[in-house]
Every structure is written in structure tokens, then in C-alpha cells.
């Protein structure tokens, strides 16, 4: 399905999303991230998609919210159609999804890009939360996402002055996972998510959730709960073959992929 504000494309198990406003540097309005949410929606529902990876542009993952669109809003508005709250089906998207990020992630983009997995940044990436120059602040989870990244001094910097990171400095601080020159940044998305797609579906999905628990609880429920995930697992098939394979020294073949 052709979209307006989006490319959608299918590289063997791999889904791929490309943010695709170029006069806007990707600003997020509201039919972007509506046709972000259908896009995945889909590939959640597509047994053949293993991973899903999100990038933008070479200049711009994403400069933000649309500020036009967003400069008239009153607050009955907001408070009325729940403002962004919409942008967090990325963050409740169950497969893996990784986040390329090239040139500016700011504000709502770098709030999109901590929605997913992991981020990947290219060295040309720029991040931060510009919101207090606009005279509001981070809506879609920034303040909270990156105090979880990066700590709340560097957090609370970014947010409360508008200063933004460059790539080394986002590796640095746990905001990137890695760092990779520009023209190579999408190749090596793909590669990682590829990667990822030929494990067990079931089980990536459940190692992410588990993950994700580190940010929502405390150490002890969070080990009860990857406890009794891990003991789940062992009712898997592929559980069986990955292991078969290891003893018998060949590649395993997972069914649920
Ligand atoms: N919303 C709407 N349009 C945007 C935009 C945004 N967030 N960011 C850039 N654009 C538009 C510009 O208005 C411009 O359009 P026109 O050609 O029609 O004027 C076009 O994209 C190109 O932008 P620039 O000419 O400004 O490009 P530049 O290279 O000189 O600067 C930039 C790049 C530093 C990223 C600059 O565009 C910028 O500062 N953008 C805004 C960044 C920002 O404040 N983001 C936070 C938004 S608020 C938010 O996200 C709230 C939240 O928490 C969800």
C-alpha cells in the first residue's frame, strides 16, 4: 500500500520503514504517525516479518513534531484527542525494531527513536530535546526515556537547555548502542536485523519483553520475571533444536521464524 509520508518495504524477514517528509526533515504530524502505526501494525500481524527496521533520511531521522501543525493546539484539544499519545504503539510494538539513526533526531524524533529497540546511529546523528526553546517540553517520553538512557545530569541537561548530542557522545552515554559511518548505517541495520529475524521469533519476542521490564520494575521482579519467561521457553521447539544443534556441532534450524 502506497503511503504519503512513508516507505514501506520488505528485505527477506526484515520490514523496513523509511520516514519519508524531506521538506519537513521528517516532522512527525499526525498522518505520519498514523501511517507509521498501520505499517507496523501490519508487520506485527505478518508471520514472515522477524524484525522491523525505522530510519529516516540521511539529513533527518526526524526534526520533531510538526510545529505547524502543532503551533495552534489548545490545551482542551490536546487534553480532548489525548495529544501523542498515539506515538506509543512503536514503544508497544511486541517483534524487534531497530532505530537507524542519520542526521537530526530531535524532539519528538529522538523520542521516537528511544521508542524502539535499540538505536543505531550513523556518525552524522544528531540528538536532543529542543522542546524548552519552543516553550514546552519533551511529550512523547523524552524526559523520561532519556533520564533512563542517559542518566538524569546529561538528561536533565539536554532538556532543560535544548543542547544537543552528537553520535560519540550518544554511544558514549548509552543512548546509541553503536556508532557507523553514514553510508554504511542502513546495510549494517539490515545485517543486525537480519540477523535477528533467523532466530526464534517467539523467543526475541519474549527477550525483548523481558528487557523492557529492567525499565518498568524493580531488580527482583524483574529476575521473578525473566525466571519464569526463561523457564517457558524450555517448552519451545526451537529451544529443543537450538540446543540439539549446539551438541551436534551444526547450524540449528528454528521452526518459528
Ligand atoms: N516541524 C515542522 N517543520 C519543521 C520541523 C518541525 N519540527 N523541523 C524542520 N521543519 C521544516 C522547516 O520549517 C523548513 O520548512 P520550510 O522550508 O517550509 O521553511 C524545513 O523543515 C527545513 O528546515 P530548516 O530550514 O530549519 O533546516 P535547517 O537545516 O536550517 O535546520 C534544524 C535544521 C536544526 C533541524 C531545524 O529545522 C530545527 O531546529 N527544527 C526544529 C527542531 C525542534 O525544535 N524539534 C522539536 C519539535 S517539538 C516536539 O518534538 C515535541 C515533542 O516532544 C513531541
Given at each position: ?109 529522538c523520542?521516537?527513536a528511544m521508542?524502539?529497540?535499540f538505536i ?7 540528538f ?14 523524552g524526559?523520561q526515556r532519556l533520564t533512563r538512557f542517559v542518566g538524569?545530569?546529561k538528561a536533565?541537561?539536554m ?6 548530542m552528537?553520535?560519540?557522545?550518544a554511544?558514549?552515554s548509552g543512548l546509541a ?38 525499565y ?42
Amino acid at each position: 500500500m502506497a503511503y504519503n509520508n512513508i516507505i514501506v518495504e520488505k528485505r527477506g524477514k526484515v520490514g523496513l520503514i523509511t520516514l519519508n517528509r524531506p521538506k519537513a526533515l521528517n516532522a512527525l504530524n499526525s498522518e505520519l504517525i498514523g501511517e507509521l502505526n498501520e505499517a507496523l501494525a501490519k508487520f506485527e500481524k505478518d508471520d514472515k516479518t522477524g524484525c522491523v527496521v525505522l530510519t529516516g533520511s540521511e539529513k533527518a531521522f526526524a526534526a520533531g513534531a510538526d510545529i505547524k501543525e502543532m503551533s495552534s493546539l489548545t490545551y482542551i484539544d490536546a487534553y480532548k484527542n489525548d495529544f501523542i499519545t498515539s506515538w506509543d504503539y512503536v514503544s508497544r510494538f511486541r517483534k524487534p525494531i531497530i532505530a537507524a539513526v542519520a542526521g537530526y533526531a530531535l524532539g519528538g524524533g529522538c523520542e521516537l527513536a528511544m521508542m524502539c529497540d535499540f538505536i543505531l546511529a550513523a556518525d552524522n546523528a544528531r540528538f536532543g530535546q529542543p522542546e524548552i526553546t519552543l516553550g514546552v517540553m519533551p511529550g512523547a517520553g523524552g524526559t523520561q526515556r532519556l533520564t533512563r538512557f542517559v542518566g538524569k545530569s546529561k538528561a536533565m541537561e539536554m532538556c532543560l537547555t535544548g543542547r544537543t548530542m552528537d553520535a560519540a557522545e550518544a554511544e558514549r552515554s548509552g543512548l546509541a548502542s553503536r556508532v557507523v559511518p553514514l553510508d554504511e548505517l542502513l546495510e549494517e541495520a539490515l545485517k543486525v536485523a537480519e540477523k535477528i529475524a533467523d532466530y526464534s521469533l517467539p523467543i526475541a519476542m519474549m527477550t525483548k519483553e523481558s528487557v523492557n521490564r529492567a525499565y518498568e520494575t524493580t531488580l527482583a521482579e524483574g529476575v521473578r520475571f525473566e525466571r519464569r519467561v526463561f523457564h517457558s521457553m524450555f517448552a519451545s521447539e526451537d529451544q529443543k533444536e537450538g540446543m540439539a544443534a549446539f551438541v551436534e556441532k551444526r547450524a540449528p534450524q528454528f521452526r518459528n521464524k
